[in-house]
């Protein structure tokens, strides 16, 4: 497809198992897009607005996605690799409720200042990423692989983080009496900060 307008009005609804390299989509309207096993690479879509598109098996390599406004679309089985997602609200987007289809994975993105509050998202991949000043509260992380990711200033409060990998994360303030962490696997040094949290003495 190489550098097709996927915002044209008069272009195709439905892509499948297509490449799209280099597109610039800076605050491009794109509205119900049907996008099946795609490959987007080195596009920058900031502040751009994806309204009722479906993304299923679509893979997103060193994209500029800040300020994507999503509402209505779905990202089943999306996989970011290398790519900036800076302050998207995910709560605007469509979840189902259950978990047929397969979590979306981010690994080595910057998901700052990002909304994920009360998604469902169990089982997810947030890999060696930047998560500064993200907002966790209520959403379930069970089983999810946060391992390597920086949480700093990150928001977790009646967060199911059950059976959750968080080996190697860091800067992260989780209070245990506010969240789920049953099976959860934290590693030293950084798992001190749980005991930060428990108001208690360490002497």
Known sequence: MGKTDISD????????????????????????????????KNCDFTGAR???????????????LSLVKVPGSTFGGAVFKGSKLLGLNWTEASWPRLSVAAPSRFENCVLSDSNFL????AGTAIKNCLARDADFREADLSKADLTGT?????????????????????????????????????????????LYCLDIEIV
């Open 50 to 64: 994806f309204r009722f598109c479906k993304f299923a098996d679509c893979r997103f390599e060193s994209c500029n």
């Open 118 to 121: 009360g998604l469902s998202l």
């Open 150 to 194: 920086d949480f700093t200033a990150s928001l977790f409060g009646k967060t199911n983080l059950s059976g959750a990998d968080l080996t190697q994360a860091r800067n992260y303030a989780i209070r245990v009496a506010d969240n789920k962490v049953k099976g959860a696997k934290f590693s030293m040094p950084e798992a001190m900060a749980l």
């Open 9 to 40: 009005k008069n272009g195709a609804k439905e892509y499948a198992d297509a490449v799209f390299e280099g597109l610039m989509l800076k605050g491009a309207e794109i509205v119900s897009k049907q996008f099946y096993a795609c490959l987007f």
